[in-house]
Protein backbone atom coordinates (compact mmCIF):
# COMPACT_ATOMS: atom_id res chain seq x y z
CA UNK A 1 0.00 0.00 0.00
CA UNK A 2 1.41 3.08 -1.37
CA UNK A 3 1.72 5.69 1.70
CA UNK A 4 0.95 9.28 1.95
CA UNK A 5 4.15 10.54 1.60
CA UNK A 6 4.68 8.81 -1.64
CA UNK A 7 1.27 9.41 -3.51
CA UNK A 8 2.81 13.24 -2.69
CA UNK A 9 6.11 12.74 -4.05
CA UNK A 10 4.41 11.04 -7.00
CA UNK A 11 1.96 14.10 -7.38
CA UNK A 12 5.42 16.49 -6.86
CA UNK A 13 6.68 14.72 -10.09
CA UNK A 14 3.38 15.12 -12.09
CA UNK A 15 3.49 18.82 -11.61
CA UNK A 16 6.88 19.06 -12.65
CA UNK A 17 6.46 16.77 -15.94
CA UNK A 18 3.50 19.41 -16.57
CA UNK A 19 5.52 22.30 -15.98
CA UNK A 20 8.36 20.83 -18.17
CA UNK A 21 5.39 20.49 -20.68
CA UNK A 22 4.36 24.20 -20.19
CA UNK A 23 8.36 25.32 -21.00
CA UNK A 24 8.48 22.70 -24.10
CA UNK A 25 5.27 23.84 -25.37
CA UNK A 26 6.54 27.83 -25.33
CA UNK A 27 9.75 27.25 -26.44
CA UNK A 28 8.63 24.93 -29.18
CA UNK A 29 6.04 28.35 -29.96
CA UNK A 30 9.01 30.73 -29.69
CA UNK A 31 10.94 29.06 -32.52
CA UNK A 32 8.58 28.73 -34.67
CA UNK A 33 7.33 32.45 -34.05
CA UNK A 34 10.98 33.48 -34.89
CA UNK A 35 11.57 31.23 -38.16
CA UNK A 36 7.79 31.85 -39.32
CA UNK A 37 8.09 35.41 -38.78
CA UNK A 38 4.76 35.44 -36.82
CA UNK A 39 3.80 37.97 -34.32
CA UNK A 40 0.79 36.89 -33.36
CA UNK A 41 2.32 33.67 -31.82
CA UNK A 42 5.11 35.29 -30.31
CA UNK A 43 2.75 37.69 -28.42
CA UNK A 44 0.26 34.41 -27.10
CA UNK A 45 3.91 33.09 -25.79
CA UNK A 46 4.31 36.22 -23.96
CA UNK A 47 0.97 36.32 -22.46
CA UNK A 48 0.70 32.93 -21.72
CA UNK A 49 4.21 33.24 -19.68
CA UNK A 50 2.12 33.59 -16.24
CA UNK A 51 0.81 30.15 -16.39
CA UNK A 52 4.30 28.46 -16.23
CA UNK A 53 5.09 30.99 -13.20
CA UNK A 54 2.28 30.04 -11.20
CA UNK A 55 3.52 26.28 -11.60
CA UNK A 56 6.56 27.03 -9.96
CA UNK A 57 4.60 28.85 -7.13
CA UNK A 58 2.74 26.10 -6.54
CA UNK A 59 5.68 23.16 -7.01
CA UNK A 60 7.57 25.32 -4.08
CA UNK A 61 4.45 25.51 -2.12
CA UNK A 62 4.31 21.84 -1.84
CA UNK A 63 8.15 21.28 -1.48
CA UNK A 64 8.06 23.17 1.36
CA UNK A 65 4.98 21.44 2.88
CA UNK A 66 6.72 17.94 2.33
CA UNK A 67 10.00 19.52 3.74
CA UNK A 68 8.80 21.19 6.81
CA UNK A 69 5.92 18.40 7.62
CA UNK A 70 7.35 14.99 6.67
CA UNK A 71 11.15 15.30 7.44
CA UNK A 72 12.14 13.11 4.51
CA UNK A 73 15.78 11.42 4.60
CA UNK A 74 18.27 10.39 1.78
CA UNK A 75 17.08 9.61 -2.11
CA UNK A 76 13.22 11.01 -1.19
CA UNK A 77 14.98 13.96 0.21
CA UNK A 78 17.17 14.39 -2.85
CA UNK A 79 14.48 14.07 -5.38
CA UNK A 80 12.11 16.77 -3.47
CA UNK A 81 15.90 18.73 -3.36
CA UNK A 82 15.86 18.19 -7.36
CA UNK A 83 12.52 18.95 -8.42
CA UNK A 84 12.98 22.21 -6.62
CA UNK A 85 16.20 22.73 -8.99
CA UNK A 86 14.13 21.68 -11.81
CA UNK A 87 11.45 24.02 -11.05
CA UNK A 88 13.65 27.15 -10.95
CA UNK A 89 15.19 25.94 -14.32
CA UNK A 90 12.29 25.06 -16.12
CA UNK A 91 10.60 29.00 -15.10
CA UNK A 92 13.90 30.09 -16.55
CA UNK A 93 13.03 28.53 -19.81
CA UNK A 94 9.95 29.81 -19.77
CA UNK A 95 11.43 33.45 -19.39
CA UNK A 96 13.91 32.61 -22.05
CA UNK A 97 10.81 31.63 -24.34
CA UNK A 98 9.59 34.79 -24.11
CA UNK A 99 12.82 36.50 -24.88
CA UNK A 100 12.91 34.79 -27.74
CA UNK A 101 9.25 35.59 -28.75
CA UNK A 102 10.05 39.37 -27.89
CA UNK A 103 13.12 39.50 -30.72
CA UNK A 104 10.37 37.75 -32.62
CA UNK A 105 8.57 40.24 -33.19
CA UNK A 106 10.81 42.80 -33.16
CA UNK A 107 12.61 41.08 -36.44
CA UNK A 108 8.95 40.08 -37.93
CA UNK A 109 8.32 43.76 -38.86
CA UNK A 110 11.42 44.34 -40.73
CA UNK A 111 13.34 42.63 -43.73
CA UNK A 112 14.49 39.13 -42.78
CA UNK A 113 18.41 39.04 -42.97
CA UNK A 114 19.79 36.10 -45.19
CA UNK A 115 18.97 32.40 -43.54
CA UNK A 116 21.86 31.88 -40.56
CA UNK A 117 21.45 27.38 -40.77
CA UNK A 118 23.14 27.31 -37.40
CA UNK A 119 20.31 29.23 -35.97
CA UNK A 120 17.76 26.34 -36.92
CA UNK A 121 20.37 23.74 -35.45
CA UNK A 122 20.69 25.77 -32.29
CA UNK A 123 17.00 26.01 -31.67
CA UNK A 124 16.42 22.27 -32.54
CA UNK A 125 19.57 21.12 -30.32
CA UNK A 126 18.10 23.32 -27.20
CA UNK A 127 14.44 21.59 -27.98
CA UNK A 128 16.24 17.69 -28.02
CA UNK A 129 18.57 18.72 -24.78
CA UNK A 130 14.89 19.52 -22.63
CA UNK A 131 13.05 16.82 -23.60
CA UNK A 132 15.81 14.36 -23.13
CA UNK A 133 16.28 15.77 -19.73
CA UNK A 134 12.75 15.49 -18.62
CA UNK A 135 12.58 11.75 -20.35
CA UNK A 136 15.87 11.25 -18.13
CA UNK A 137 13.45 12.62 -15.40
CA UNK A 138 10.54 10.21 -15.71
CA UNK A 139 13.23 6.85 -16.12
CA UNK A 140 15.77 8.74 -12.93
CA UNK A 141 18.05 7.61 -15.61
CA UNK A 142 21.84 8.99 -14.82
CA UNK A 143 22.97 7.89 -18.37
CA UNK A 144 20.72 9.49 -20.30
CA UNK A 145 20.72 12.83 -18.17
CA UNK A 146 25.05 12.47 -18.79
CA UNK A 147 23.97 12.56 -22.52
CA UNK A 148 22.37 15.56 -22.07
CA UNK A 149 25.30 17.11 -20.17
CA UNK A 150 27.52 16.27 -23.66
CA UNK A 151 25.33 17.98 -26.03
CA UNK A 152 25.69 21.40 -24.29
CA UNK A 153 28.90 21.83 -26.35
CA UNK A 154 27.69 21.53 -29.32
CA UNK A 155 24.84 24.15 -27.92
CA UNK A 156 28.04 26.46 -27.47
CA UNK A 157 29.32 25.82 -30.66
CA UNK A 158 26.11 26.51 -32.72
CA UNK A 159 26.03 29.51 -30.82
CA UNK A 160 29.43 31.11 -31.68
CA UNK A 161 28.79 29.58 -35.33
CA UNK A 162 26.15 32.44 -35.09
CA UNK A 163 27.74 35.15 -34.12
CA UNK A 164 30.42 34.69 -36.39
CA UNK A 165 28.34 34.18 -39.47
CA UNK A 166 26.31 37.73 -38.06
CA UNK A 167 29.35 39.54 -37.32
CA UNK A 168 30.83 38.83 -41.21
CA UNK A 169 27.32 39.82 -42.25
CA UNK A 170 26.74 43.30 -40.18
CA UNK A 171 30.50 44.04 -41.85
CA UNK A 172 29.03 43.91 -44.96
CA UNK A 173 25.39 44.91 -44.42
CA UNK A 174 25.61 48.24 -42.20
CA UNK A 175 21.57 48.35 -42.23
CA UNK A 176 21.30 45.26 -41.21
CA UNK A 177 23.18 45.70 -37.83
CA UNK A 178 20.54 46.03 -35.47
CA UNK A 179 18.31 43.44 -37.18
CA UNK A 180 21.75 41.64 -36.85
CA UNK A 181 21.79 41.92 -33.39
CA UNK A 182 18.56 41.37 -31.70
CA UNK A 183 19.30 38.01 -34.31
CA UNK A 184 22.60 37.12 -31.67
CA UNK A 185 20.33 37.93 -28.98
CA UNK A 186 18.04 35.30 -29.75
CA UNK A 187 20.89 32.76 -29.88
CA UNK A 188 22.05 33.47 -26.68
CA UNK A 189 18.71 33.12 -25.49
CA UNK A 190 18.51 30.02 -26.91
CA UNK A 191 22.25 28.85 -25.73
CA UNK A 192 20.67 29.66 -21.92
CA UNK A 193 17.77 27.30 -22.62
CA UNK A 194 20.65 24.54 -23.43
CA UNK A 195 22.05 25.35 -20.17
CA UNK A 196 18.89 25.05 -18.31
CA UNK A 197 18.36 21.50 -19.88
CA UNK A 198 22.08 20.45 -18.81
CA UNK A 199 21.13 21.69 -14.76
CA UNK A 200 18.34 19.84 -15.28
CA UNK A 201 20.23 16.77 -16.18
CA UNK A 202 22.71 17.29 -13.46
CA UNK A 203 19.57 17.47 -11.16
CA UNK A 204 18.49 14.21 -12.36
CA UNK A 205 22.25 12.55 -11.68
CA UNK A 206 21.67 13.86 -8.05
CA UNK A 207 18.18 12.25 -7.42
CA UNK A 208 19.48 9.23 -8.97
CA UNK A 209 22.84 8.34 -7.66
CA UNK A 210 23.44 11.28 -4.84
CA UNK A 211 26.17 12.71 -6.77
CA UNK A 212 26.62 16.60 -8.01
CA UNK A 213 27.75 16.77 -11.03
CA UNK A 214 27.29 20.53 -11.38
CA UNK A 215 29.72 22.14 -13.94
CA UNK A 216 30.96 18.75 -15.40
CA UNK A 217 29.44 15.91 -17.13
CA UNK A 218 30.95 12.80 -15.33
CA UNK A 219 28.63 11.11 -12.84
Known amino acids: MISHFHQELEQLKMKVLEMAALAERSLEKASRALFERDAELAEEIIQGDQEINLMEVAIDRQILRLLALDQPMARDLRFIVGCLRMSLDLERIGDQAVNIAERAQYLSGREPLRPIPAMEELADTAMVMLKVAMGAFINLDADQAVDVCQMDDIADDLNLQVLKDLMEYMVN ?38 VNIKHHCEP
Open 173 to 210: ETPAIQRAVQTIITARCLERVADHATNIAESVVFMDKG
